[in-house]
């Protein structure tokens, strides 16, 4: 071996390049300095920050998380102003918090990492631009990130504008026009709540019917933004209220609490029920397998806009999409100006498709087939100093993703710690801790609602099993600070560096 010594043994720097300048990378970069981790280099595809609040711009886009709690811990945001942030103002905060943490100046716009190998004991690290070195890769490229396109025929054919929700037509006026939409997802609810009463007539194409939830949204008075301002404790006060609700009623429900399940459909029912006077319509919109077993869809407009006069529900299958508009099995061509394809993303992605190669060229793709797995949701076998924030079984569903990303990234530094404490040149999941990991979660997730429930979602992946945590996401939580070197392989030791 030729390794000379690294930053570890030289009390030195480690160059960490992080992919993404979405919200889990601007955590990164702020908590890393903040441990004293410098030298960090992020590399952005696009030409702003924000992840998928800047690629998602269509109309109605929230987050039905609360504000508060959607929030970095480290810049609170006593200026939110409705208690579920609409997409524009969340950008917004995304672009604040890169200024405000001089994030910009060590981001590299328009540079989307193309291939990452490891070269023991660093990564290069490939963009259009050329090759670099750095100790430590951190992916921050988020989930869903990657447009999930129907196959259904005759899909190029459609005359009119057509696109993915996530490529959102902005400059296209929809007054007067006929929309179709395929899909009902939480993206499809927020869209038709949005816009139906605006488009000439509005077709909804649903594949399978959603539980869906009322959101008890609500604007900010000035008094309590000031009252934030001044007594920046209540905002605390007021995340972990939200996180104290999300762990004692939804998290139990989604693991197995059948009361608390119960409670969550009825106030469903309720909300159809008072939201849809049509019984026929009010039965085609209801679903046939257990709440939660999707991700639950916390929206109070879709209701009404789909009992609108202008609006349709078309549950008979699509046969083909015409020119014209979507044949469905039935024989009837609906006709429509545009076309949206709300049918989500391809949540088996990741990192991919960056070409990620590992130790003895352990090829990331092939490793993960269409099943992606990762120690804790962080790491891999065979790809040492190489972690993942948003990665295969985080916990992820209706809670703020912003606060999994800050666990993670705490981790992610414990790790780094131990690296300078014990001078390590790489650290990595041990295969058997690996396997043990990801075996417990595979007979555990059997448990809870997103397999009992009896529906498809875009939790499951090609391992028939949904890619979430098992447990209640308080415990992955705890977890992530409680970081257990014997589930690591690392090294070398370091009177072998001296040696050499
Ligand atoms: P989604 O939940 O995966 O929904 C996709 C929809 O498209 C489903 O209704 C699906 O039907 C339908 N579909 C897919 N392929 C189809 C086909 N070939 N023919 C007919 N229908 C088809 O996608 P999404 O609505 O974009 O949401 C994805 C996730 O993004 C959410 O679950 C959530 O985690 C996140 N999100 C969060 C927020 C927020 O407020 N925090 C907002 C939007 C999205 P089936 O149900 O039958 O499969």
Redesign the pocket.
């Known amino acids: 071996m030729t390794a000379t010594a690294n930053w570890a043994q030289t009390g030195g720097q480690p160059r960490i390049a992080i992919i993404g300048a979405g919200m889990s990378g601007l955590a990164a970069v702020v908590k890393l300095r903040r441990a004293g981790y410098t030298d960090i280099t992020v590399f952005e595809k696009a030409a702003e920050v924000g992840g998928t609040w800047r690629e998602?711009q269509y109309p109605g886009?929230?987050?039905?998380?609360e504000s508060h709690w959607?929030s970095f811990t480290f810049n609170p945001n006593p200026n939110w102003s409705h208690r579920?942030a609409y997409g524009p103002e969340i950008q917004d905060y995304m672009i604040e918090t890169a200024d405000k943490f001089d994030i910009r100046s060590v981001t590299r716009f328009q540079e989307e990492v193309v291939d990452l190998t490891y070269a023991e004991p660093i990564w290069k690290l490939t963009t259009k631009k050329g090759t670099e070195t750095f100790d430590v890769v951190i992916s921050a490229t988020g989930?869903?990130h990657k447009p999930?396109y129907?196959?259904?025929k005759g899909l190029k054919s459609f005359a009119g504008p057509c696109f993915h929700?996530?490529r959102w037509d902005t400059a296209l006026d929809l007054s007067n026009k006929r929309v179709g939409i395929?899909?009902?997802?939480?993206?499809?609810?927020?869209i038709i709540g949005a816009i139906t009463h605006k488009v000439q007539h509005m077709t909804v194409?649903?594949?399978?019917a959603?539980w869906i939830a009322p959101l008890p949204q609500r604007q900010y008075a000035a008094w309590e933004k000031a009252l934030f301002r001044i007594f920046p404790f209540l905002l605390k006060l007021s995340y972990h209220w939200k996180y104290f609700m999300f762990r004692r009623v939804f998290a139990p429900a989604t693991v197995g609490n059948k009361l608390l399940q119960k409670m969550i459909s009825s106030i469903c029912l309720r909300h159809l029920e008072k939201g849809v006077p049509d019984p026929e319509l009010r039965a085609k919109l209801t679903p046939t397998y257990q709440a939660l077993c999707?991700?639950l869809?916390?929206c109070s407009d879709f209701y009404p806009a789909i009992s609108r006069p202008n609006a349709t529900l078309v549950t008979e299958?699509?046969e083909k999409i015409t020119p014209q508009g979507i044949v469905t099995k039935d024989g009837v061509e609906h006709e429509l100006d545009v076309l949206v394809?709300?049918?989500?993303?391809d949540?088996s992605a990741f990192i991919l498709p960056t070409k990620v190669t590992g130790r003895n060229g352990t090829d990331l793709a092939t490793v993960w087939g269409q099943a992606p797995r990762a120690h804790r949701g962080v790491g891999l076998p065979d790809f040492p100093n190489f972690w993942m924030l948003e990665g295969p079984t985080s916990p992820?569903?209706?809670l703020s993703l912003i606060m999994i990303s800050e666990h993670q990234v705490d981790y992610v530094i414990s790790l780094l710690d131990e690296m300078r404490r014990l001078r390590l040149n790489y650290i990595v999941p041990a295969q058997s801790a690996y396997e043990a990991y990801n075996d417990d979660m595979s007979q555990q997730i059997n448990k809870t609602v997103w397999v009992t429930g009896g529906?498809?979602?875009?939790y499951i992946d090609a391992s028939g099993q949904p890619n979430l945590y098992a447990y209640p996401p308080t415990t992955y939580l705890k977890d992530m600070h409680r970081l257990d070197l014997a589930e690591f392989e690392y090294g070398p030791p370091p009177n072998r560096i001296a040696a050499e």
């Open positions: 998602n886009l929230s987050c039905d998380v959607y579920f989930v869903l999930a129907p196959s259904i929700t996530a395929i899909g009902t997802g939480s993206t499809s609810a927020q194409f649903q594949r399978t959603q999707k991700r869809i916390f299958a699509i394809l709300a049918t989500g993303f949540s992820i569903g209706n529906c498809d979602s875009w």
